[in-house]
């Protein structure tokens, strides 16, 4: 039996698809049979709902000394683009947000900033806190834990409990681009290696706190290394069960020095659903995935809801890091936009918290 029929007997009997079974319906390329195979798997694990969150999000800084080429959003401090956000402009930025009481979760995530040493951080964490005492805060992704173990000389589970005491109750899971070291050096050469990155997330949820994954794909990688990725996630999930959702971004050349010097273009809607209906059938033990609607454009993350995903992520509010690559979407929308989104598919919109819980 070749890989392709062996992949599609497992799929029917709800058995576990090894690494050649993956490429095989990559290469395959039967868009409609991923969709339907994905949704299957969708609606046994939340049935006819999808997700979604009031939240907003809050870049600390976009001063970064990693200098990475795939990103648009870093800059150097004398730029005249440069942001650093003290603890009385997130005090400013949180008194301006109307009705703070439906908020249910804060995303914090930043850049490597030269300068500033983890207590800003710790400090900002414990000010949202302070001020919105009902809310989650996912906050950081492994990159910046591993910037703050650096620059503090903190283990990762140090720097963990000292951010959970501060008040973050999950962990962002940006920062894996394609989990390949050969990949890393030429996109994000200063960032963290893949092991560190997955060791971060191992000590996390080995201390509870639950974390998302991600892979950002349409770049330099080959689908060999984006199944991989996917194969290390699976494996980590086996271990620890700390995953609570996994986001899939698509990289937006413009405006980044990657974009230039490969000539990238942004991938187009078919993969984008490909690959998401090929996450959903491959990760088998995540429960939820995550269209975000951001990176997709919100047609194509209403779509995806076909392919898969269960969650289009939130409200946002105001939204920088992606926008700078060129992303054409909205900066936020209302709770009544994306339920509208949601209920024009079939499916019932979920208010939910950080942690899945419906509200």
């Keep these: 039996m070749n890989s392709l029929d062996s992949a599609h007997e497992k799929i029917s ?17 039967d868009l409609l049979y ?21 939240n907003r999000h809050i870049n600390l800084t976009n001063v970064c000394k990693a200098n990475c080429p795939l990103c648009a959003f870093q800059c150097t401090g004398g730029d005249k683009r440069a942001f650093t956000l003290e603890l009385d402009d997130i005090k400013k930025d949180l008194s ?12 914090i995530v930043s850049s490597l900033h030269p300068d500033k040493d983890f207590s800003y951080y710790v400090d900002a964490v ?3 806190k302070k ?14 834990v591993v910037n703050f173990s650096r620059i503090s000389g903190k283990s990762f589970s140090e720097v963990l409990s000292t951010l959970i005491g501060a008040g973050v109750t999950s962990l962002a899971g940006g920062g894996a681009e394609i989990l390949s070291d050969r990949v890393r050096e030429i996109i994000c050469p200063k960032k963290c290696s893949a092991a560190e990155w997955l060791e971060v997330m191992r000590t996390a949820h ?31 999930q086996d271990e620890t069960g700390g995953f609570q959702a996994m986001m899939l971004f698509p990289f937006h050349p413009a405006n980044t020095e990657l974009g230039k010097r490969f000539n990238l273009r942004r991938v187009g809607s078919w993969e984008d659903l490909k690959m998401l209906a090929l996450a959903r059938l491959t990760l088998d033990n995540f429960a939820h995935f995550k269209a975000f609607w951001v990176m997709l454009t919100l047609p194509i993350a209403q779509l995806a809801l076909s392919f898969g995903a269960d ?6 509010g ?15 929308i209302t709770r009544d936009a994306l339920k509208k989104i949601i209920s024009e598919t079939g499916y019932t919109p979920v208010e939910r918290d950080s942690f899945y819980n419906e509200l």
């Design 318 to 332: 105001e939204e920088k890091i992606i926008h700078a690559a060129g992303a054409k979407s909205s900066a936020g």
């Design 126 to 128: 414990k000010l949202v």
């Design 131 to 144: 001020i919105l005492p009902h809310v989650g805060i996912n906050a950081f992704t492994p990159v910046e």
């Design 13 to 29: 009997s709800g058995q576990r698809l090894n690494r050649d079974e993956i490429l095989a319906l990559y290469d395959d390329n």
């Design 206 to 236: 080995r201390l509870g706190l639950r974390t998302n994954a991600s892979i950002m794909y349409g770049h330099i990688e080959t689908i060999e290394e984006r199944v991989d990725h996917l194969l290390k996630l699976r494996g980590l």
């Design 96 to 107: 301006l947000v109307p009705s703070p009481q439906s908020l249910s979760e804060i995303h």
């Design 34 to 54: 991923l969709a339907e195979s994905a949704r299957r798997v969708k609606e046994a694990k939340s049935g006819k709902k999808v997700f979604y969150t009031v």
């Design 311 to 316: 969650d289009l992520d939130g409200t946002l």
